[in-house]
């Protein structure tokens, strides 16, 4: 019986009539800063930006080396979309991609762009679940062959051909594997194939979607009641049965959960010192570094670049969050005296490294005080807590609203 290690080497072999292996390059900038040697799997340098192809080209693949020549059809908004529209150009073979109605244009171009005229794209749904049921029910309906993007034998074992490249390119195995998790194609793909190894591994997933997390305390699949979107690649409610089954005996406590705020940090960070363009998931692995410093010194580390489809239009809401995160950039509400003087009494509060980025105020007729919007850039932490002490010591009430997730959608 042919192992399982076998397989993803032949699909990996069978992969390189599409692609060369993606690189495995040392990060000195990072090396320094941790004192290991840390590499990163750039998968984000794959003709669709990410590793999806991988698994959607060995489960169409597979599927046409038994007779399948029906349509094939997918539900997805993003990188499992670009990777099917690839394979479906590659085998000549037609596809229909189902993608929400909210999908942004630049992932719908890309799409349309890899597949030619071997595939449909249908906007359907303002919810995933709602675009899933679409895809489902036209499978049903024509006999189409649904596509998966994580929760199949065939996309799981594509994705271990990462492993495979891993293992040649660096020429052994690496003490420690960091990989993101959405629905855990990767990350149960490069377990499954290191099994005989003795790699210590670590799964990300941000903390507005722990579902593996979740399901290893539980020792049992859970769907999580809600998943913040923001880490769109890694946004999952509940991870892949196939994928659960061969991550099940992995530890809770191997599980980090990033913050989504630090992922931006770690976002600029990678974009203005190395140049490189990454999207939130495919940040997560990066960024758990922060986290496992003081296991990894003196060790070599493999952290998985998984995706880089970043639109541009997200960077001033990723500058944004990364601001915050680092507390660099606060939000109040300040009530001002309705008095003459009042705004210069505060202005002259201001510290010389302090920055009004937002002010919103209008003057109401009959009150003694108004309400201010105020967006305050500082160079660092502690002017806050320095700017605060003024304003409280000069008798201006305030709140801070940085925090407030709700509040924060309309600023």
Do not use: W
Not at 102 to 122: C, D, L, M, R
Not at 130 to 135: F, I, N, P, S
Not at 181 to 209: A, M, R, T
């Amino acid at each position: 019986m042919t192992s399982f290690q076998e397989l993803a080497q032949s699909t990996c072999l069978k992969i390189r009539d599409l692609f060369p292996e993606t690189p495995l390059q040392k990060n000195e900038y990072l090396s320094n800063i941790y004192g290991a040697e840390i590499y990163l799997k750039r998968e984000d340098l794959s003709p669709v930006r990410s590793y999806k192809i991988r698994g959607a080209f060995n489960a169409m693949r597979k599927a046409l080396k038994a007779g399948n020549t029906a349509k094939f059809v997918c539900a997805s908004a993003g990188n499992h979309a670009q990777g099917f529209a690839f394979a479906c150009q590659h085998f000549g073979v037609k596809g229909r991609i189902y993608m929400p109605v909210t999908t942004p244009q630049q992932k719908i171009i890309k799409t349309a762009s890899f597949g030619g005229n071997t595939i449909e794209i249908i906007m359907q749904g303002d919810y995933f679940d709602e675009t899933l049921e679409a895809a489902l029910k036209y499978a049903h309906e024509t006999g189409a062959s649904m596509l998966p993007p994580y929760d199949h034998p065939d996309v799981i074992e594509g994705q271990a051909s990462v492993g495979v490249e891993i293992l040649n390119q660096l020429g052994q195995a690496p003490d420690m594997i960091i990989t993101p998790v959405g629905g855990g194609g990767i990350s149960s793909g490069l377990v499954k194939y290191f099994e005989n190894h003795k790699i210590d591994f670590k799964f990300c997933e941000p903390l507005g979607g722990r579902s593996l997390y979740e399901a290893l305390l539980a020792n049992k699949l859970i769907t999580l009641d809600h998943v913040d979107n923001f880490v769109d690649g890694a946004a999952v409610a509940r991870i892949g049965d196939h994928n659960f089954e061969i991550l099940r005996n992995q530890k809770a406590s191997d599980v980090l959960g990033i913050p989504e705020g630090r992922i931006c940090t770690t976002i600029t960070d990678m974009l203005n010192i190395e140049g490189i363009v990454l999207e939130p998931a495919g940040a997560l692995a990066i960024d758990a570094l922060k986290d496992l410093k003081d296991q990894i010194m003196g060790k070599k580390i493999v952290c998985i670049a998984s995706g880089g489809n970043f639109d541009f239009e997200r960077l001033p809401d990723i500058k944004e969050r990364a601001l915050r995160f680092e507390g660099l950039k606060k939000y109040f509400i300040l009530r001002m005296p309705q008095r003459p003087g009042a705004l210069k009494d505060f202005l002259n509060l201001l510290g010389p490294n302090d920055d009004i980025a937002r002010f919103e105020y209008l003057k109401k007729s009959a009150r003694n005080f108004g309400s201010v919007l105020l967006g305050i850039e500082s160079g660092s932490a502690e002017g806050f807590k320095d700017l605060c002490k003024r304003m409280t010591d000069n008798g201006f009430t305030f709140e801070d609203i940085t925090n407030d997730d709700l509040l924060a959608q309309f600023f």
